[in-house]
Nanobody, 117 residues
């Protein structure tokens, strides 16, 4: 059974940094890994994705502030978040998508990130 377990969320002041981690169990490195977020009252939205080869894609509002990376040997994907803003406050979810089979998609349980002074 595939499992995605996030960690690293918490409370941070505006302008601060956090690094989220997602450990994937029983999943091939071929999967595209991603981070999504959902703020209260809003739909879940894409933050960033990264292919097995390391090609990254970012939502416009986080470009130049967030960096997604992955360590295939450790089955782990990271999201380094710098210059955090209050509007980054949300539950952040790890996602795994098979590149050729849309039925194979998995989600973690989410980790809360709160940006507030």
């Amino acid at each position: 059974q595939v499992q995605l377990v996030e960690s690293g969320g918490g409370l941070v002041q505006p302008g601060g940094s956090l690094t989220l981690s997602c450990v994937a169990s029983r999943i091939s490195s071929v999967y595209v890994m991603g981070w999504y977020r959902q703020a209260p009252g809003k739909q879940r939205e894409l933050v960033a994705t990264i292919t097995s080869g390391g090609r990254a894609n970012y939502e416009d509002s986080v470009k130049a502030r967030f960096t997604i990376s992955r360590d295939n040997a450790k089955d782990t994907v990271y999201l380094l978040m710098n210059k955090l803003k209050p509007e980054d406050t949300a539950v952040y979810y790890c996602n795994a998508d098979h590149p050729f089979n849309t039925r194979l998609t998995f989600w973690g349980q989410g980790t809360q990130v709160t940006v507030s002074s």
